[in-house]
Nanobody
Framework: QVQLVESGGGSVQAGGSLTLSCAAS????????MGWFRQGSGKEREGVAA????????YYSESVKDRFTISQDNAMNTIALQMNSLKPEDTAMYYC??????????????????WGQGTLVTVSA
């Protein structure tokens, strides 16, 4: 059974930085794709970033491109999301997800993905 555990959320002022981490068990990232999604209050869940095991495919939403960086450690079966220049609109619950291939994770049905429990990021003005 796939288990994804997020960490690193918290509160920060606008312009600050946070790094989220996701550790996977029961899942071999070397075969698939992992990524981050977020859901703000009253908003739909949206993709933030995703990365394939070999790093050949990387996705970013337009709203975070150039501010966020996704990375991976295949040996540790983990991914991270470095978030810089945070804005109040980045406030959301951030979820780690896994699926294969990346196209299915980024564009496919959320119900098909493995999900973590989420970690809250709050950015104050």
């Amino acid at each position: 059974q796939v288990q994804l555990v997020e960490s690193g959320g918290g509160s920060v002022q606008a312009g600050g930085s946070l790094t989220l981490s996701c550790a996977a068990s029961g899942y071999t990232h070397s075969n698939g794709c992992m990524g981050w999604f977020r859901q703000g209050s009253g908003k739909e869940r949206e993709g933030v970033a995703a990365i394939s095991a070999g790093g050949g495919s990387i996705y970013y939403s337009e709203s975070v491109k150039d501010r966020f960086t996704i990375s991976q450690d295949n040996a540790m079966n983990t991914i991270a999301l470095q978030m810089n220049s945070l804005k109040p609109e980045d406030t959301a619950m951030y979820y780690c997800a896994a699926d294969s291939p990346c196209e299915r994770l980024w564009f496919g049905d959320d119900a098909l993905h493995a999900w973590g429990q989420g970690t809250l990021v709050t950015v104050s003005a």
